[in-house]
């Protein structure tokens, strides 16, 4: 007896055995063997997991109706050209001012953790060796990454974003320097 449901019918429209349609929904493959066979209930859950992987409209899934075509989350007929668009969709070219407005929050976190660090080599007298290591970093991470030389342009960035606000104004470098004597001057307090 060949259980149809809309699981196995996705799967199969996929061309993935069950091993790799699990993967991809991140389930495990008794899972997907357990709703392909009916065994277990589709929960709406599952469902929106599955459709957020593949594109399928949760409510297609839910509804259970395998003679109805598959629909996309748009509620047009489901393709795997439309499958390829959605896992495409990560490394689409965006621009690069978008994507440092997408970084500046860990970009802000990694300078403050940074400036931490350089406060704590400061104060141990160790700053030498800091600026040493730092810099052999960069230039591993050069040869591993490239340099294609658009610092200029991502610091250019920055005085354009809301935080680049100081450095326009100059008041940047004092805001850092006053920063770490702050912070250097309640460790030593400690």
């Known amino acids: 007896m060949k259980h149809n449901t809309t699981v196995r019918l996705l799967r199969k429209a996929l061309g993935l055995n069950k091993r790799d349609f699990a993967a991809l929904v991140n389930y495990s493959t008794d899972t997907i063997h357990s709703l392909e066979l009916e065994r277990m209930n589709l929960s709406t859950r599952a469902a929106t997991k ?10 297609w899934l839910l509804r259970g109706c395998t003679s109805y075509p598959i629909e996309n989350d748009r ?12 896992q495409a969709e990560p490394f689409k070219p965006v621009s690069h001012e978008a994507r440092f407005q997408e970084m500046a929050p860990s970009f802000e976190s990694d300078v403050k953790g940074l400036l931490g660090i350089y406060a704590a080599a400061l104060q141990s007298d160790k700053l030498h ?12 991470m050069a040869e591993v990454y490239g340099d294609n030389g658009t610092a200029m342009e991502l610091v250019g960035l ?4 809301q935080e680049g606000e100081l450095a326009k104004t100059g008041r940047g470098d004092r805001l850092v320097k006053t920063s770490l004597q702050r912070r250097l001057s309640r460790t030593q307090a400690e």
């Open 50 to 59: 599955i459709a957020q992987a593949t594109g399928v409209s949760a409510y």
């Open 75 to 86: 509620n047009r007929r489901w393709d795997l050209d439309y499958f390829r668009e959605r």
């Open 158 to 161: 920055m005085k354009s974003s």
């Open 129 to 140: 060796l800091l600026r040493y290591d730092f810099h052999r970093f960069r230039q591993e």
